[in-house]
């Protein structure tokens, strides 16, 4: 079982820009959640999903875009990308939104925007 | 919103006890979470309370209080594979996370 995968691992971008970071789970969790760490922040939820088909806004959302077509694949894209979008994301997943489940973190892609 | 406040930085020498200090000032709380992230890698789960009291889970062990908006981390017989950044993240009513900025503890010999 791989859990998350992420892709790329890293990339370097221009700025204006326009790029999708994949996440994908096989671990048919409902929730998934796209999160940005920054040196000195600690971790920012971007846009998360309690189940495929909806998605809604978390703390850092200006500037990115997701989809959630299915349980299993949960897109981040950024349309026009800027340098202060420099930084590592980490999608997770968790069985449920609630209880005790907790979320499992994919092993993160860093992004460098120039 | 969520308030989360934790030490930046803890050092301790092998086989001893640290503790690690969680605050928050939250707007809905429904769970605290720990969790640990080796430099480089993801974060990974340690530990849940959502009642007031101790869990223990081996050499680690979590602690809340929501009266007093408090937590801890309690990490004994420290091993050097303990040296990593500690992660406090409180979940609002709506199952969101919030994380504060992380405590990255160094083990010594």
């Known amino acids: 079982i791989a859990g998350i995968t992420q892709a790329p691992t890293s990339q370097i971008l221009a700025a204006g820009r326009r790029m999708t970071l994949r996440c994908t789970q096989d671990?048919?969790?409902?929730?998934m959640y796209w999160y940005r760490q920054d040196l000195g922040l600690g971790l920012r939820l971007i846009h998360y999903?309690?189940?495929?088909?909806?998605?809604g806004k978390g703390e850092v959302p200006d500037g990115y875009s997701v989809s959630r077509a299915n349980t299993d694949d949960f897109p981040l894209t950024l349309a026009s990308a800027v340098p202060s979008q420099t930084s590592v994301y980490f999608c997770?997943?968790?069985?449920?939104?609630?209880?005790?489940?907790?979320?499992?973190f994919g092993p993160g892609t860093r992004l460098t925007v120039l | 919103g969520q308030n989360i406040d934790q030490p930046t930085e803890m050092t301790a020498t092998e086989g001893a006890i640290v503790q690690i200090n969680c605050t928050y000032q939250t707007s809905g709380f429904n769970g605290l979470f720990w969790y640990q992230q080796h430099a480089g890698e993801a974060p990974t789960f340690l530990s849940y309370?959502?009642?007031?009291g101790l869990e223990e889970k081996g050499r680690f062990s979590s602690f809340l209080s929501r009266s007093k908006g408090y937590s801890y981390l309690l990490l004994k017989e420290l091993q050097m594979k303990d040296s990593a950044s500690y992660l406090c993240a409180v979940r609002d009513n709506d199952y969101k996370l919030s994380f504060g900025a992380g405590t990255t503890v160094t083990v010594r010999a």
């Open positions: 999903s309690n189940t495929a088909g909806t998605t």
């Open positions: 309370n959502v009642l007031d």
């Open positions: 671990m048919r969790h409902n929730a």
């Open positions: 997770a997943s968790s069985a449920v939104a609630g209880g005790a489940d907790t979320q499992y």
